[in-house]
């Protein structure tokens, strides 16, 4: 009898250990992002990809009205036979090299290609960028690259007119403090239909986000 109560007496402790501990290492406060965070970030991420576009392209830089989508219209104002930032030969080779501000400090910059081959204003091109957060702070959040976000997209042109629907996806990753802290992944596709209509669906930090670009 007495090993039995010995044996019990140590379960016993096990258990309350168990739970004592199943606290152990963890906070209050959720580590994940907000819906509003989320959605906060990804409209920083394209807002610094619309300000790249109208910095290599000043054509896009003009006014435009305000039923304009600001997204759209940088994709639809690329013209690199008008840009100093492309190289025009056989094929076409574009740098990019941008940087946005973010409300609350810091930045996201943009850096990437744009090539591909036109003849007389039709043809494709392909964008690959890459989009890094530096103290990028917004919504009581500051991001940075974890290590960056990639954006991609294939554009067809004919007659010197974007042809829609566009569509861009990013991948990578960004890290976010103080709190909530931690590092996530960022998945969203960017869909142009129109010079009015573009729209944001997908992922960032697990919480879903949609809306407008």
Same mark, same amino acid.
């Given at each position: 009898?007495?090993r039995i109560g010995r044996y019990l007496?140590?379960?016993?402790?096990?258990?309350?250990?168990?739970?004592?501990?199943?606290?152990?290492?963890?906070?209050?406060?959720?580590?994940?992002?907000?819906?509003?965070?989320?959605?906060?970030?990804?409209?920083?991420?394209?807002?610094?990809?619309?300000?790249?576009?109208?910095?290599?392209?000043? /054509? #896009?830089?003009?006014?435009?009205?305000?039923?304009?989508?600001?997204?759209?219209?940088?994709?639809?104002?690329?013209?690199?036979?008008?840009?100093? /930032?492309? #190289?025009?030969?056989? #094929?076409?080779?574009?740098?990019?090299?941008?940087?946005a501000s973010c409300p609350q400090g810091?930045?996201?910059?943009?850096?990437?290609?744009?090539?591909? #081959?036109?003849?007389?204003?039709?043809?494709?091109?392909d964008t690959t960028f890459t989009i890094?957060?530096?103290?990028?702070?917004?919504?009581?959040?500051?991001?940075?690259?974890?290590?960056?976000?990639?954006?991609?997209? =294939?554009?067809?042109?004919?007659? =010197?007119?974007? =042809?829609?629907?566009?569509?861009?996806? &990013?991948?990578? @990753?960004?890290?976010?403090?103080?709190?909530?802290?931690?590092?996530? &992944?960022?998945?969203?596709?960017?869909?142009?239909?129109?010079?009015?209509?573009? /729209?944001? &669906? @997908?992922?960032?930090? @697990?919480?879903?986000?949609?809306?407008?670009?």
């Open positions: 009898m007495f007496s140590s379960y016993v402790l096990i258990a309350v250990l168990a739970l004592v501990c199943a606290g152990c290492g963890s906070s209050n406060t959720s580590s994940n992002l907000s819906q509003a965070q989320a959605q906060a970030v990804s409209q920083q991420l394209v807002q610094a990809v619309e300000q790249a576009l109208n910095g290599a392209f000043t /054509s #896009t830089a003009e006014a435009k009205p305000s039923a304009h989508s600001p997204l759209a219209q940088a994709f639809a104002g690329i013209r690199p036979q008008d840009s100093p /930032s492309c #190289t025009i030969g056989p #094929t076409i080779d574009c740098t990019i090299n941008g940087s810091g930045t996201v910059s943009v850096t990437g290609t744009i090539d591909g #081959t036109l003849n007389n204003g039709s043809g494709s091109i890094t957060p530096t103290k990028c702070a917004l919504d009581s959040l500051v991001i940075n690259g974890d290590p960056s976000v990639a954006l991609a997209s =294939d554009l067809a042109f004919t007659n =010197d007119a974007l =042809d829609f629907p566009v569509t861009a996806t &990013t991948s990578g @990753g960004i890290s976010y403090g103080p709190n909530p802290s931690g590092s996530c &992944t960022i998945n969203f596709s960017i869909t142009v239909n129109s010079t009015t209509s573009c /729209s944001v &669906t @997908g992922s960032v930090c @697990g919480q879903s986000v949609n809306g407008s670009c």
